[in-house]
C-alpha cells in the first residue's frame, strides 16, 4: 500500500477539518431551529410601529407578529403583505395606556442599575419617565414630555433614538420623523439625554450609557479655546464664546472680540444644517446662515441621488428650504455648500467648501388598498383606495383578476384621485360574473409626472 506523502498528509487533514466544521454547523443549525420556541403576538387596530429600516407601518385592522427562528420579528397585515420588524420593535397604540416592547432592552436607572429584558416586555406610559437601550447606538425613552430646549423637537408619550457613528440622530415615533444634525439634548420630567455622547443625566448623577454593551459612536465633543485679550490697554470689547472654525467658513457663533484697534468688531461666520424631515416625495430642510459681513457669495444645497446632482442656490436671509420631486422611499446625500472670495494670496481666488453632508431616505408613501365588502346578490367588489397626498397621481386603474385570470378594470378621474388622497379615501366597487378561489384587486397604469409610477399595491380576497 503506498504511504501518503507530507503534503498529501497536510491536504488531508485540512480536508477532513472542513468536513467536521461544516458538519458542526449543520447541526448546530438543526438543532437551533428544532429547538425553536415560536413567539407570536396579536396586535390591535391602531398600533404604531417602524420596520427594520425605519419605514413607519401604521395598522389598521389588528395583525398578527410572530418572531421567526433568526430572532427577528415579522408582522403580517389582513392582505397577508409581511414586513420585516428586525430584532427589536415598539409598538404604541393612543388607544392603550401600556406599550409593549418586543426582543431585549436595557432599563437603565437613576442609580445606574441596568434590568434587562426579554421577549414581550408591558410599559405603562402614564408613570415616571424611562429610558431603554435597545442594541449598538439605537435608545428609546417612554415619557408624558420629550423636548429639546428651544423645542425644536417637542413630542410626547415615546422616542426612538438611533445614532450615528458622528453623534447624529433620526427621532421617531407616531407624531415626528426627523434628524438631528447638531449635538442635541432631550429634556423630560425625571432626566436629560445628550444623545451625541450618549449620556443620562439624572440631577448631578452621570449615567454612561455607552458602557452597556458597548458602542461604536465616534463623536468627540469640540474643545472650547477661551478666547483671550491681547489688547494690552483699556477694556475688553466683549464676550468670547465658542466661536468655531471662523475664517471664510464652517460653524461658529457671533464673536464680539477684541484686536488693536479697541473700536473694531470682528465677525465669525456660520453655516449649518440644523434639520432634515424626510416625506414621500421631499425634504424639509432647516438650515443656518450668519454672514453679517457679506462675504459668502452663495449658499446651496447638494442633492445625490446616487446617479445625478442637483445644485439649488438658497437664500442667505431665509432659514428654511424644501426640496421636491423626489422619489418615494429613496435614499439621498444632502450637502450644504458655500462660495466665496479668498484673497488671502493677494488675488481674488473662488473657493467652494462643503459645511455638513447628510445621508437621508425619503419615506414610503402613505397609500392602501382594501377589500370593503363583497356583494354576492349584485356581483359586486367594494374597495377603498387611499393614495399619497404628496404624490399626485395623474391616471390610475383598478384591476380585477381572478385565479390569475383578467376580469375587468376601473380608470379613476382626476377627482377620483383627488378624493383617494383625503383621509376616507375613494370607495367605489368593480362587478363581476364568476368569481374563482383566489381574487385580487390591484392597482395598475399609475403614471406620476409622465412615468409609470411602479405602484405596487394589492389586496386579496379568498371565496370559500
Known amino acids: 500500500?503506498?504511504?501518503?506523502?507530507?503534503?498529501?498528509?497536510?491536504?488531508?487533514?485540512?480536508?477532513?477539518?472542513?468536513?467536521?466544521?461544516?458538519v458542526a454547523i449543520f447541526v448546530y443549525?438543526?438543532?437551533?431551529?428544532?429547538?425553536?420556541?415560536?413567539?407570536?403576538?396579536?396586535l390591535t387596530t391602531g398600533s404604531v410601529l417602524y420596520d427594520e429600516d425605519n419605514n413607519f407601518l401604521s395598522l389598521n385592522s389588528a395583525s398578527f407578529m410572530s418572531r421567526n427562528w433568526n430572532g427577528k420579528y415579522y408582522v403580517t397585515l389582513e392582505d397577508e403583505t409581511s414586513y420585516n420588524l428586525g430584532e427589536e420593535?415598539?409598538?404604541?397604540?393612543?388607544?392603550?395606556?401600556?406599550?409593549?416592547l418586543y426582543g431585549t432592552f436595557y432599563q437603565v436607572f437613576e442609580n445606574g442599575k441596568v434590568e434587562k429584558h426579554v421577549g414581550q416586555t408591558e410599559v405603562v406610559r402614564n408613570t415616571e419617565a424611562k429610558v431603554y437601550k435597545l442594541k449598538d447606538r439605537k435608545y428609546l425613552i417612554v415619557a408624558s414630555k420629550i423636548a429639546t430646549e428651544d423645542l425644536s423637537v417637542n413630542t410626547a408619550n415615546y422616542l426612538i433614538i438611533e445614532i450615528d457613528k458622528i453623534g447624529n440622530a433620526l427621532l421617531m415615533n407616531n407624531e415626528i420623523n426627523i434628524k438631528t444634525i447638531v449635538p442635541t439634548?432631550?429634556?423630560t420630567d425625571?432626566?436629560?439625554?445628550?444623545?451625541?455622547?450618549?449620556?443620562?443625566?439624572?440631577?448631578?448623577?452621570?449615567?454612561?450609557?455607552?458602557?452597556?454593551?458597548?458602542?461604536?459612536?465616534?463623536?468627540?465633543?469640540p474643545v472650547k479655546k477661551p478666547t483671550t485679550n491681547n489688547n494690552s490697554g483699556g477694556s475688553t470689547g466683549g464676550t468670547g464664546g465658542t466661536g468655531g472654525a471662523g475664517g471664510a467658513g464652517g460653524t461658529g457663533s457671533i464673536i464680539y472680540g477684541n484686536t488693536s484697534n479697541s473700536n473694531k468688531i470682528e465677525l465669525v461666520k456660520k453655516v449649518g444644517l440644523n434639520s432634515i424631515v424626510p416625506y414621500s416625495t421631499y425634504l424639509d430642510v432647516d438650515y443656518t446662515v450668519i454672514d453679517l459681513n457679506n462675504e459668502y457669495n452663495s449658499v446651496y444645497l447638494l442633492i445625490d441621488d446616487g446617479v445625478n446632482k442637483?445644485?439649488?442656490?438658497?437664500?442667505?436671509?431665509?432659514?428654511?428650504?424644501?426640496?421636491?420631486?423626489?422619489?418615494?422611499?429613496?435614499?439621498?446625500?444632502?450637502?450644504?455648500?458655500?462660495?466665496?472670495?479668498?484673497k488671502s494670496d493677494g488675488f481674488n481666488t473662488e473657493m467652494d467648501e462643503i459645511s455638513d453632508v447628510f445621508k437621508i431616505k425619503t419615506a414610503k408613501l402613505e397609500q392602501k388598498l382594501e377589500i370593503t365588502k363583497i356583494n354576492k346578490a349584485n356581483k359586486q367588489i367594494h374597495f377603498n383606495l387611499k393614495l399619497d397626498d404628496n404624490y399626485m397621481l395623474e391616471t390610475v386603474s383598478i384591476a380585477l383578476y381572478s385565479d390569475s385570470i383578467f376580469i375587468q378594470s376601473i380608470s379613476l378621474s382626476q377627482d377620483d384621485i383627488r378624493i383617494a388622497t383625503t383621509d376616507s379615501g375613494f370607495s367605489a366597487y368593480?362587478?363581476?360574473?364568476?368569481?374563482?378561489?383566489?381574487?385580487?384587486?390591484?392597482?395598475?397604469?399609475?403614471?406620476?409626472?409622465?412615468e409609470n409610477a411602479n405602484i405596487d399595491l394589492s389586496t386579496v380576497y379568498v371565496n370559500s
Open 310 to 342: 442637483n445644485k439649488i442656490e438658497l437664500n442667505k436671509e431665509s432659514s428654511n428650504y424644501k426640496v421636491r420631486n423626489l422619489k418615494p422611499n429613496y435614499e439621498y446625500n444632502v450637502s450644504l455648500g458655500y462660495t466665496y472670495t479668498d
Open 190 to 221: 425625571d432626566f436629560n439625554f445628550d444623545i451625541a455622547n450618549e449620556k443620562l443625566v439624572f440631577g448631578k448623577t452621570y449615567i454612561d450609557l455607552k458602557k452597556i454593551n458597548g458602542s461604536t459612536n465616534e463623536y468627540v465633543e
Open 185 to 187: 439634548v432631550l429634556k
Open 1 to 22: 500500500m503506498r504511504k501518503l506523502g507530507k503534503k498529501n498528509k497536510i491536504s488531508f487533514v485540512i480536508f477532513t477539518f472542513i468536513v467536521i466544521l461544516v
Open 430 to 450: 368593480i362587478t363581476y360574473e364568476n368569481l374563482g378561489t383566489q381574487n385580487i384587486l390591484k392597482v395598475e397604469n399609475a403614471i406620476y409626472n409622465g
Open 29 to 42: 443549525g438543526i438543532n437551533r431551529v428544532l429547538s425553536y420556541e415560536k413567539e407570536e403576538y396579536e
Open 89 to 100: 420593535t415598539v409598538v404604541f397604540n393612543s388607544n392603550d395606556y401600556r406599550m409593549y
